[in-house]
């Protein structure tokens, strides 16, 4: 009787070896046939505008490598250091284009693509735009001014399409959606560009035309002064009157009276 509980027991053995051993070949057959991954660069925190990102802010995330993304970082010393240009949320993975150039610095100059400058602009009149000015704003940028040509003052439209980057000292649009009544927006310009706007700035008043964000097409500008303005109103009817000069002459008639000895004469029209 002991020795059939014997063999049970051996038998029972080696069946449980046998399957673990298949189970375990079956994983690890399973493992080397698994999709390969890759790890990009996920921040650990929300991070502002502007933000200089810290080695403890960021880390790794797994993904597909049969899907890779474009501008990601596969190492955290490619993105430590440098500044955010727009909002990162926790956990949202760091793409090249979110991020300033190394040695960029922080704050506005994030913000300026290479090769372009960034103008501010003073205006006294800018509150007739103000309540739609944000940035990212896309505007033409006008000056009234006179000239040493004519007395009279002329418009001229010195930059289109140019984006706003910043209102006042407001950088990013306001969550609430709310615009502040400012006299300075900093606009994003070529270097020619700059320097005709700065140079408009010293001659007369700045002015910005608000434009369609998705609007980016240049039009033919001419300068505009009063005379195009009064070309515009309708001329008023002048009255057909004849000169004095051309009226017929009217005829005299002379009435001659004799009183007593006395002749005398009257003329009438």
């Excluded at 449980?16 to 999709?35: A, D, E, F, P, V």
């Excluded at 602009?121 to 990212?136: C, E, Q």
């Excluded at 700045?206 to 300068?223: C, E, V």
């Amino acid at each position: 009787m002991s020795s059939r509980l014997i063999i049970a027991f051996v038998v029972a053995l080696v069946i449980s070896g046998g399957c673990t051993l298949w189970l375990g070949r079956k994983i690890s057959h399973g493992r080397q046939h698994s999709q390969p991954v890759v790890r990009y660069v996920v921040a650990t925190k929300s991070l502002d505008p502007g933000e200089v990102i810290k080695p403890e802010e960021v880390s790794y995330m797994e993904w597909p490598a049969a899907k890779p993304i474009e501008g990601a970082f596969t190492k955290t010393e490619d993105a430590v250091g440098r500044s955010t240009i727009y909002p990162v949320d926790k956990g949202q993975m760091l793409l090249g284009k979110y991020l300033a150039a190394p040695g960029a610095g922080i704050g506005l100059t994030t913000k300026i693509d290479e090769g372009m400058r960034a103008v501010a602009l003073r205006s006294d009149d800018v509150v007739g735009v103000a309540g739609f000015l944000f940035p990212g704003s896309r505007v033409d940028v006008l000056v009234t001014y006179r000239s040493s040509q004519s007395p009279e003052p002329e418009t001229v439209t010195v930059v289109q399409d140019a984006q706003v980057l910043a209102v006042g000292h407001q950088v990013q649009p306001n969550p609430d959606g709310k615009a502040a009544s400012v006299n300075v927006v900093t606009v994003l310009a070529k270097p020619e560009d700059a320097q005709k706007l700065v140079l408009a700035s010293t001659q007369g008043s700045i002015y910005f035309m608000l434009r369609n964000g998705g609007d980016h097409q240049q039009t033919a500008s001419t300068p505009v002064d009063l005379r195009d303005i009064s070309k515009s109103r309708p001329e008023k009817p002048v009255a057909n009157h004849k000169p004095i000069s051309s009226r017929p002459k009217s005829t005299a008639y002379i009435v001659e009276t004799l009183a007593g000895d006395k002749p005398s004469s009257v003329a009438f029209n």
